[in-house]
């Protein structure tokens, strides 16, 4: 279908996104035998995927916890090449699912939504694409991704260099070689964590320009075998209980002994026995307390600056690589695979912009206040707007014309980050305050909620649903609360709000829930058998 057919079509329901909740959700609508239209900026399938390309992409999540559980069909046919899949591996997945189940009928692609607007009198939502195309439905699904908003650095003169420049968020469909090219690197966050090992290995000079280092630790990724596949197929229905059973839908738990309770010595051998394994380990399955307890959390920093110390040959880069600001675990820790040796590398150089702060982009390269750096090429690994950012690049209005930027202004209002107070029938997939962690875990919970909810109204005879006031302030108070007694609470990052790219975005906001995962989903499922009284509806 094409925007011009889209222009007086009408569905039951509409869906932004054809990511990993996208395609969830239109599968679980089909099953409910609802008409419906996913609408995605790409030209394909596969959301987050679709979009990061850059080299060394790939999950840091254990791929055969990743994928669908809806079809046992689906687990059998498919085969995970690596323990944590590269970037054309799960676009590969995602593709298949989406031809498995003849999805693209419904999906139209390079149509980015713009707008939607509720339009109480027909209890429906208009939607317009940038084309100026639109298309109406009774529900409308965010299915837009918590990190799918780039941001650049809020630098003079960004426009202004005279060769390629890629933003890790949008990165380009055609292979990118570094061979023999000078490259700058702006930012070491997760996404550069991953790429610079790898455009290290071909560039001529790599110059890595960091404003606030990251904690990171390894990832230890390696290749499954034909055998080892086969038993992972056995156990999937284990594998993703025990993903519904911890704090952040993962296989990791939490160690319940305290930090300082543990000898010395025995603390060393665990911490040395997590960083060897592959995963999450070292931060979602250490012990119960340094992610609240200073003294704790600092036992755990220093114990991975000490490992910084051992990988980095240059005593003063190594200082530079630790963080100083915030401890271990206290913003989202990045998995890498090599990327501190890279720092070992003669054709790769440190600069920290607290020491030479960056003072422009050039058409020749970056200007730092002691010396310009001239480039073939410039990387902007500069992050997203998160959670919020995808919600305010689209202009929602519900009744009265209120808008969903404007109430949002001082942080997301929902309940259970389900529906947002005051937009009926807005149903946000792993939208705001929603628990997070292993993102197609959460989102299998989301989708499944959401389609239960729907049932619940088709068989009530509801057609439009909203949050209760009441319900809103209840949650959004718990959402705080669980935020503010971690540590984390004290460190700036995208996940608290803080953005220095974004005007604006320098006071903290709870974004997500920080709670623990199983009870939010005990409490989901509590509102869901006791019929939904805590939403209204008609």
């Known amino acids: 279908m094409t925007p011009r057919d889209t222009q007086a079509a009408t569905f039951d329901a509409i869906i932004v996104?054809?990511?990993?909740?996208?395609?969830?959700?239109?599968?679980r609508l089909r099953e409910l035998g609802m008409s419906a239209r996913?609408?995605?900026?790409?030209?394909n399938v596969g959301g987050t995927w679709y979009w990061n390309r850059y080299p060394g992409a790939r999950f840091d999540s254990e791929s055969w916890t990743y994928g669908y559980s809806f079809s046992e069909e689906l687990l059998k046919e498919w085969d995970w090449k690596e323990h944590f899949s590269p970037q054309p591996d799960t676009l590969e997945y995602l593709n298949l699912v989406a031809d498995k189940f003849d999805l693209r009928r419904d999906m139209q692609f390079d149509s980015r939504v713009t707008a939607a607007h509720w339009n109480d009198a027909a209890t429906q939502w208009t939607v317009t694409l940038e084309s100026g195309a639109q298309a109406s439905a009774r529900f409308l699904f965010t299915a837009i991704g918590i990190l799918s908003a780039p941001t650049l650095p809020r630098i003079a003169g960004v426009d202004a260099f005279r060769g390629p420049a890629y933003h890790t968020g949008r990165w380009p469909h055609t292979p990118v070689d570094f061979t023999g090219k000078r490259v700058g690197v702006i930012g070491t966050g997760a996404t550069a964590i991953q790429a610079i090992p790898e455009i290290a290995k071909q560039a001529r000079q790599l110059t890595v320009f960091q404003r606030r280092p990251n904690w990171a630790a390894p990832l230890h990724n390696s290749k499954i075998g034909k055998a080892e596949m086969q038993a992972i197929k056995t156990r999937y229905p284990e594998i993703y209980a025990r993903c519904s059973e911890t704090p952040g839908w993962f296989i990791h738990e939490p160690d319940p002994r305290k930090t300082l309770e543990v000898p010395p010595a025995e603390r060393e051998a665990y911490w040395e026995k997590r960083y060897a394994e592959p995963g999450f380990g070292i931060w979602m399955a250490n012990f119960s307390d340094i992610l609240v307890d200073e003294k704790a959390n600092a036992a755990i920093s220093d114990f991975?600056?000490?490992?910084?110390?051992?990988?980095v040959k240059d005593p003063k880069v190594a200082d530079k690589l630790i963080p100083k600001d915030h401890g271990f675990g206290t913003r989202r820790v990045p998995l890498e695979s090599g990327y501190f040796e890279a720092y070992n590398r003669d054709n790769v150089l440190l600069v920290d912009v607290n020491d030479t702060?960056?003072?422009?982009?050039?058409?020749r390269g970056i200007k730092t206040s002691d010396t310009e750096h001239e480039f073939d090429m410039l990387i902007y690994a500069t992050g997203y707007d998160g959670v919020t950012g995808a919600f305010d690049r689209i202009d929602f209005r519900g009744p009265g014309g209120v808008r969903l930027k404007e109430v949002w202004a001082d942080g997301p209002r929902t309940y259970l980050g389900q529906l947002a107070e005051g937009f009926p029938n807005l149903l946000m997939v792993l939208g705001p305050h929603t628990a997070r962690g292993n993102i197609p875990r959460a989102v299998e919970h989301s989708v499944e909620w959401q389609t239960g909810l729907l049932r619940f109204m088709r068989e009530h005879h509801y057609t439009r649903v909203e949050t209760r006031p009441e319900r809103v302030a209840e949650w959004t108070q718990m959402v705080i609360a669980a935020a503010q007694r971690l540590l984390s609470w004290n460190v700036d990052s995208w996940q608290n709000g803080v953005n220095r790219n974004i005007d604006g975005h320098t006071v903290r906001r709870v974004l997500g829930y920080n709670g623990?995962?199983?009870q939010y989903r005990i409490k989901t499922r509590e509102v869901a058998e006791g019929g939904y009284r805590e939403f209204q509806f008609r």
Do not use: C, D, M, W
């Open 17 to 27: 996104g054809a990511g990993i909740s996208g395609i969830h959700q239109l599968y």
């Open 516 to 518: 623990n995962g199983k």
């Open 38 to 43: 996913v609408f995605e900026a790409g030209s």
């Open 357 to 363: 702060p960056i003072e422009a982009i050039t058409p």
């Open 304 to 311: 991975i600056a000490r490992k910084i110390r051992q990988r």
